[in-house]
């Protein structure tokens, strides 16, 4: 268990829909990542928080947006699903940047199907 | 622009035999880390080992090891002793460049031990 929490594990829904992916760190990171893993895509970084502010953007796409809460749990909205946006969706954590080393650890992962 | 290959989509590999995974990489950042997880069937990523380019030893952990080669840029993952369990998609990932320290994927290779 890496410490890092993600709900739901697993997630319905059809085209057009709205859905939000919920994530928890270990306890004393203040840097969140998200990821998306597909088939075609491989993983993905798409946004990064650290502390509550938003410190990088990836290849997230417009109709996905993110924010970091002061108890520094993060959430991943994502609207007018598509197809193509079926996925396993993933939470990290890390303590921070500052340091070459950064071992990020993942939580379980949401998988999102778009029917 | 940063990029990690790992050319094997797939090997097996006898139970009780070594096996060595492949990855390069490319960067212009002389400060960098490298990093191998591990996803089971199940899913999750799982952290393996880190390599810091500053580091003067080849890092180990436990029945992993990371054959590391600057000058040619590759960062071969060892994995001693196979046992059933180590069945899984294994993926070498470097981290960012800018401040962000996301991680950039390679694209995986698929382990499977024979028994």
């Known amino acids: 268990d890496s410490g890092v929490t993600q709900t739901p594990k697993h997630l319905i829904t059809a085209t057009g829909q709205r859905v939000t992916l919920r994530c928890s760190p270990r306890s004393g990171d203040l840097s969140v990542y998200w990821y998306q893993q597909s088939l075609d895509q491989g993983l993905q970084f798409l946004i990064q928080y650290y502390n509550g502010e938003e410190r990088a953007k990836g290849n997230i796409l417009e109709r996905f947006s993110a924010q970091q809460f002061p108890d520094l749990h993060s959430e991943l909205n994502l609207s007018s699903l598509e197809l193509g946006d079926s996925a396993l969706y993933f939470c990290?954590?890390?303590?921070?940047?500052?340091?070459?080393?950064?071992?990020?650890?993942f939580g379980p992962g949401t998988r999102l199907t778009v029917l | 622009a940063q990029k990690i290959t790992q050319t094997q989509p797939g090997m097996f590999v006898q139970e009780k035999e070594a096996v060595t995974l492949d990855c390069t990489y490319d960067t212009s950042d002389p400060s960098y880390g490298l990093f191998w997880y591990k996803q089971p069937s199940s899913g999750e990523m799982i952290f393996l080992i880190y390599q810091g380019s500053y580091d003067q030893q080849n890092a180990t952990e436990g029945r992993y090891s990371l054959n590391f080669q600057k000058a040619r840029k590759s960062a071969n993952l060892v994995i001693s002793a196979s046992q059933l369990g180590d069945s899984a998609m294994y993926f070498c990932?470097?981290?960012?460049?800018?401040?962000?320290?996301?991680?950039?994927f390679g694209s995986g290779t698929r382990l499977l031990v024979r028994p």
């Open positions: 990932a470097m981290r960012g460049e800018d401040s962000s320290y996301k991680l950039i």
């Open positions: 990290a954590s890390s303590v921070g940047g500052g340091s070459t080393y950064n071992e990020q650890f």
